[in-house]
């Protein structure tokens, strides 16, 4: 079985503030993929990152780091220096399993106040 | 730009009514999911298909739901009879995997939202 773990169901901050979005993840598999999606206003979700269960290296893009650890199973999402734009719902999503099935977490809305 | 896209966007029914959600996946994508998203339950995964062929439905009500692949351009979600309960956006995603650096990535359409009085 595979599950995703998104236990902030909210996270307000104010501009410019830093903010830490946690994931925590279940699988039985040694390959599986790992993901972060953004959900704005408008709805559509847009994907964010990949990131394969072999390469534990964090990445950087910008404001938005993500720290994935797999001692403790997971993959935390940091965006530095929020915007109001970064105001949305953001899902983590593991990838696993034979048919490589998606799961998601229930997501985190963050709020960025002016 | 090719994206995924999904009709009705928008649809309110009656409970009992047969309400048909399409999906057309981008072109050349293999892999195409569904998922119905509410406030109480997040983003639940329905079915998926590879290759046109389904590989999961486990998700879906069984009794009233039902997921097709016509064709390569086509996914279907169908709901008969239709509840008050069903009330949620469906979302179409779509991706190409095949053990490459795409593998898991999925491309969404931007949602059927579905209200059943």
């Known amino acids: 079985a595979q599950k995703v773990t998104q236990a902030q169901t909210e996270i307000s901050v104010v501009e410019k503030e830093d903010v830490t979005l946690d994931c925590v993840y279940e699988?039985?598999?040694?390959?599986?993929?790992l993901f972060w999606y953004k959900q704005p206003p408008s709805g559509e979700l847009v994907f964010l990152i990949r990131?394969?269960?072999?390469?534990?290296q964090n990445e950087i893009s910008g404001r938005y780091s993500w720290n994935f650890q797999k001692s403790t199973s997971s993959f935390n999402f940091t965006i530095t220096a929020s915007q109001v734009v970064d105001s949305a719902v953001y899902f983590c999503a593991l990838c696993s399993g034979g048919y490589q099935k998606v799961t998601f977490g229930t997501g985190t809305k963050l709020q960025v106040i002016p | 730009d090719a994206r995924v896209t999904q009709t009705p966007r928008d649809k309110v029914t009656e409970m009992g009514q047969e309400v048909t959600m399409r999906c057309q996946p981008i072109l050349g994508h293999n892999t195409v999911f569904w998922y119905r998203q509410t406030m109480m339950q997040g983003l639940e995964l329905l079915a998926y298909f590879r290759n046109r062929a389904p590989l999961d439905d486990s998700g879906m009500p069984k009794d009233r739901f039902s997921a097709e692949m016509p064709d390569a351009t086509l996914a279907t979600l169908k709901i008969q009879p239709s509840e008050p309960r069903d009330s949620a956006v469906y979302f179409c995603?779509?991706?190409?995997w095949g053990g490459g650096a795409n593998t898991g990535e999925l491309f969404f359409g931007e949602g059927s939202r579905l209200t059943v009085l």
């Open positions: 995603a779509s991706g190409l």
């Open positions: 990131r394969n269960s072999f390469d534990e």
């Open positions: 699988t039985r598999d040694t390959t599986y993929y």
